[in-house]
């Protein structure tokens, strides 16, 4: 049933729940306006009126959107790139492939990303904001600019008129720079795949209400993790229909969910890294010093563990999910800063409650899920409104016969301010969604002026123990291009992630389209 869900997925009265179905019927059956993302996934669309308070509960936890932020020329010889195309029997530019991101957009009109005869680089630009012009076919939201619109706007005076879209932040214009960008040596800059197209997808910023449900600030920009779905879609269809290889990178992240290989996007970007003739980057994330994750253990010598939190002044609010290891279940207790006390809350079977203090304003919703469908492991979800300023302790008890272990993660930095963090802090195992799903290449960043890696780079393991990150490329004060044909200096593993995306670009060029390797995935490129 073809259904045009434009008004329901813009509009900030309906809610956005990811779902898994095999059949248009499994759809139909919620009642509700849906948007198919793939052959396993979809986005059914519920009035925010007829959304159940124990959503969470009835649909899973996984259903709800994650929201993710942005993870923020010596570095091609630093990497080999300038060695390697100085071999004539290889000569690797990424010529008949595709670079796609998933970002905040790129400004079309860069000279990074022009042609010498003046046309442009660009084949394609889906802009989820702008609602003017059609959407991509097999997508109800947003505009599509082809390549033929992109050079007609660059011949004249006022290119904006004609083509709208704009990168306000610049983090997919650098990101789209460091991957394919044209060499420009008075600005000591040159991307990897010079010779490859480009397509790109500016995604729209995740809707009030879920940022409210996270305790996200309203002026902290978000992305939806079902948006960042469509976009790869997006990238794939237009690979499909040019017959060309093409190299994703995804600069964003998210602090939230069981930071394993599981979960909605888990399978999702694992299925997508499985395709021949698709590489998949992701950025592993800026978190390793934020100090945004704890990690314990009750053992049977013991009745519980402490975790303290301290909150900063004048914290709009945060989340704080509990994952922990099957089969112990485990249960919290709280105290305020102002001395005020939770008894412990035993773990029940969709046990939800709100908490009201009497000395202070805060308000907290603690939801018990015993076995969340995305790993089986328990998972204890605390969202806070605003947090006193002070020290809160956690006491964590554990029923079970196991000395097992758990961790707790904050926001991503980004959504959180830097004075609210855990007094004994575990830098590692903070890899970011989907940086910590498996088969796709999560890239950290490394300093090429002396070989140290970026000071908040997250760290591995994934909480299963599986190996991530996969690679560092340089990711530190590296020039790229900037919208109104800058070039600025950004750090960060989204960088880093972008270098790797460019160097993927020349291992397909090399597989698929010169055909030494036809079935190369992101698998093989690892």
């Given at each position: 049933?073809?259904?045009?869900?434009?008004?329901?997925?813009?509009?900030?009265?309906?809610?956005?729940?990811?779902?898994?179905?095999?059949?248009?019927?499994?759809?139909?059956?919620?009642?509700?306006?849906?948007?198919?993302?793939?052959?396993?996934?979809?986005?059914?669309?519920?009035?925010?009126?007829?959304?159940?308070?124990?959503?969470?509960?009835?649909?899973?936890?996984?259903?709800?959107?994650?929201?993710?932020?942005?993870?923020?020329?010596?570095?091609?010889?630093?990497?080999?790139?300038?060695?390697?195309?100085?071999?004539?029997?290889?000569?690797?530019?990424?010529?008949?492939?595709?670079?796609?991101?998933?970002?905040?957009?790129i400004d079309y009109t860069h000279e990074a990303f022009?042609?010498?005869?003046?046309?442009?680089?660009?084949?394609?630009?889906?802009?989820?904001?702008?609602?003017?012009?059609?959407?991509?076919?097999?997508?109800?939201?947003?505009t599509v600019y082809t390549r033929e619109q992109i050079?007609?706007?660059?011949?004249?005076?006022?290119?904006?008129?004609?083509?709208?879209?704009?990168?306000?932040?610049?983090?997919?214009?650098?990101?789209?720079?460091?991957?394919?960008?044209?060499?420009?040596?008075?600005?000591?800059?040159?991307?990897?795949?010079?010779?490859?197209?480009?397509?790109?997808?500016?995604?729209?910023?995740?809707?009030?209400?879920?940022?409210?449900?996270?305790?996200?600030?309203?002026?902290?920009?978000?992305?939806?993790?079902?948006?960042?779905?469509?976009?790869?879609?997006?990238?794939?269809?237009?690979?499909?229909?040019?017959?060309?290889?093409?190299?994703?990178?995804?600069?964003?992240?998210?602090?939230?969910?069981?930071?394993?290989?599981?979960?909605?996007?888990?399978?999702?970007?694992?299925?997508?890294?499985?395709?021949?003739?698709?590489?998949?980057?992701?950025?592993?994330?800026?978190?390793?010093?934020?100090?945004?994750?704890?990690?314990?253990?009750?053992?049977?010598?013991?009745?519980?563990?402490?975790?303290?939190?301290?909150?900063?002044?004048?914290?709009?609010?945060?989340?704080?999910?509990?994952?922990?290891?099957?089969?112990?279940?485990?249960?919290?207790?709280?105290?305020?800063?102002?001395?005020?006390?939770?008894?412990?809350?035993?773990?029940?079977?969709?046990?939800?409650?709100?908490?009201?203090?009497?000395?202070?304003?805060?308000?907290?919703?603690?939801?018990?899920?015993?076995?969340?469908?995305?790993?089986?492991?328990?998972?204890?979800?605390?969202?806070?409104?605003?947090?006193?300023?002070?020290?809160?302790?956690?006491?964590?008890?554990?029923?079970?016969?196991?000395?097992?272990?758990?961790?707790?993660?904050?926001?991503?930095?980004?959504?959180?301010?830097?004075?609210?963090?855990?007094?004994?802090?575990?830098?590692?195992?903070?890899?970011?969604?989907?940086?910590?799903?498996?088969?796709?290449?999560?890239?950290?960043?490394?300093?090429?002026?002396?070989?140290?890696?970026?000071?908040?780079?997250?760290?591995?393991?994934?909480?299963?123990?599986?190996?991530?990150?996969?690679?560092?490329?340089?990711?530190?004060?590296?020039?790229?291009?900037?919208?109104?044909?800058?070039?600025?200096?950004?750090?960060?593993?989204?960088?880093?992630?972008?270098?790797?995306?460019?160097?993927?670009?020349?291992?397909?060029?090399?597989?698929i389209t010169l055909g030494f390797f036809r079935q190369?995935?992101?698998?093989?490129?690892?």
């Open positions: 049933m073809d259904i045009d869900c434009r008004e329901q997925i813009l509009g900030e009265d309906y809610a956005d729940l990811i779902v898994e179905y095999s059949q248009l019927s499994d759809l139909e059956a919620y009642g509700y306006c849906y948007s198919i993302i793939d052959k396993n996934f979809a986005t059914i669309h519920v009035p925010l009126d007829e959304l159940p308070s124990n959503f969470l509960q009835v649909f899973g936890f996984s259903s709800n959107p994650l929201c993710f932020g942005l993870m923020d020329i010596p570095s091609t010889e630093a990497s080999g790139i300038s060695a390697l195309r100085n071999i004539p029997v290889l000569n690797l530019r990424g010529q008949g492939v595709l670079i796609g991101i998933v970002d905040t957009g022009i042609q010498a005869d003046g046309t442009s680089r660009i084949l394609s630009i889906w802009d989820q904001t702008i609602q003017d012009g059609p959407p991509p076919d097999g997508f109800n939201i947003g050079n007609a706007a660059l011949e004249d005076n006022d290119p904006f008129s004609l083509v709208p879209t704009r990168d306000e932040d610049g983090h997919g214009t650098f990101l789209a720079g460091i991957a394919a960008g044209n060499r420009n040596d008075p600005a000591n800059f040159s991307g990897i795949a010079t010779d490859a197209e480009i397509v790109v997808v500016k995604l729209k910023k995740a809707k009030a209400y879920l940022k409210e449900f996270y305790r996200i600030p309203p002026l902290a920009d978000a992305y939806q993790g079902n948006d960042i779905m469509l976009a790869v879609s997006y990238l794939l269809n237009v690979a499909a229909q040019t017959q060309k290889p093409i190299s994703i990178c995804i600069g964003l992240g998210s602090s939230q969910g069981a930071h394993d290989n599981y979960g909605i996007m888990g399978l999702f970007f694992n299925d997508v890294a499985r395709r021949n003739g698709v590489a998949v980057s992701v950025a592993a994330g800026n978190e390793g010093n934020r100090r945004n994750h704890f990690s314990g253990q009750v053992t049977r010598a013991q009745e519980s563990d402490t975790v303290e939190l301290r909150v900063g002044p004048n914290e709009y609010g945060f989340t704080m999910e509990l994952w922990g290891n099957t089969p112990n279940i485990f249960s919290i207790d709280i105290l305020s800063p102002t001395g005020e006390y939770i008894p412990r809350i035993p773990a029940r079977l969709n046990e939800s409650r709100e908490i009201r203090f009497i000395l202070e304003e805060t308000i907290v919703n603690i939801d018990y899920f015993l076995i969340a469908a995305e790993s089986g492991d328990q998972l204890i979800l605390l969202r806070f409104l605003k947090p006193t300023e002070g020290i809160w302790r956690f006491r964590i008890y554990s029923s079970g016969d196991y000395n097992l272990g758990y961790n707790i993660w904050l926001p991503i930095h980004l959504f959180i301010s830097d004075d609210t963090y855990f007094t004994t802090p575990d830098p590692d195992t903070t890899v970011t969604t989907p940086g910590n799903t498996i088969l796709p290449m999560t890239v950290t960043a490394y300093d090429v002026s002396n070989d140290s890696l970026f000071i908040n780079a997250s760290r591995g393991f994934t909480r299963m123990g599986d190996i991530k990150p996969d690679f560092a490329a340089p990711g530190v004060n590296l020039v790229g291009p900037a919208p109104n044909n800058r070039y600025v200096t950004m750090s960060g593993t989204s960088v880093a992630a972008a270098h790797n995306t460019g160097i993927s670009a020349l291992l397909l060029e090399w597989g190369m995935s992101t698998i093989e490129i690892k």
